[in-house]
């Protein structure tokens, strides 16, 4: 039932080095778009002051975070939710923060419109909301690898693709997040850290 997926081996620890000083100390996480499940388990393990939900939209990726929960025997991680970001209600009411690694380009911008616009609705004043992933910015010359990878995309599902980092701080700035922390990551990624105004 566990999955696993090698950039989540390799991005993990890097991701929770940069997550780690903006969340609370105590409170709920809520990630978007779980996946395997193992940047969950990852954070849960080292962070057991805090609560983990997880979830995804696909069945067979929650029941690999929920083995995976199980088989570390994490307590503080809670069962994985049906969450489709895109959707106008989530199964959820609220998060002291909110995490999503590798969504934005693996799926189409509704979903990138309706995750700003759950964790607005979410997010306590000041709850930060954490985006991981590649983005293109204007005016830096884009890696190789990213456009490679930005045409594989789109050829696997049109509605896919590397996001313009701007179009996604816009949509972010309409729904009352402050500009973000950019942090540059391994394999031309980004950590976005926003906070709710």
Request: glycine share 8%; net charge negative.
């Amino acid at each position: 039932m566990r999955r696993q997926a090698p950039a989540a081996a390799r991005n993990r620890q890097p991701i929770l080095d940069v997550l780690q000083p903006h969340l609370p100390a105590r409170g709920m996480v809520l990630e978007v778009a779980s996946g395997t499940g193992e940047h969950t388990a990852h954070f849960a393990q080292a962070l057991p002051g805090l609560s983990f939900q997880p979830s995804d939209p696909d069945e067979a990726a929650r029941a690999s975070i929920d083995a995976w929960t199980a088989a570390l025997g994490l307590a503080n991680v809670r069962p994985a939710l049906a969450l489709d970001a895109a959707a106008e209600t989530w199964p959820i009411d609220k998060a002291d923060a909110i995490v999503c690694i590798n969504m934005i380009h693996i799926s189409p911008w509704a979903s990138t419109a309706g995750l700003i616009r759950g964790a607005a609705r979410l997010l306590p004043p000041n709850g930060a909301l954490f985006l991981y992933g590649p983005y293109f910015c204007a005016g830096v010359e884009t890696a190789p690898s990213n456009l490679a990878f930005d045409r594989d995309l789109r050829a696997r599902d049109p509605a896919w693709g590397i996001r313009g980092l701007e179009e996604v701080v816009a949509l972010a700035d309409a729904k009352g997040f402050t500009a973000p922390l950019i942090v540059e990551m391994p394999a031309n990624n980004l950590s976005l850290v926003f906070r709710k105004g």
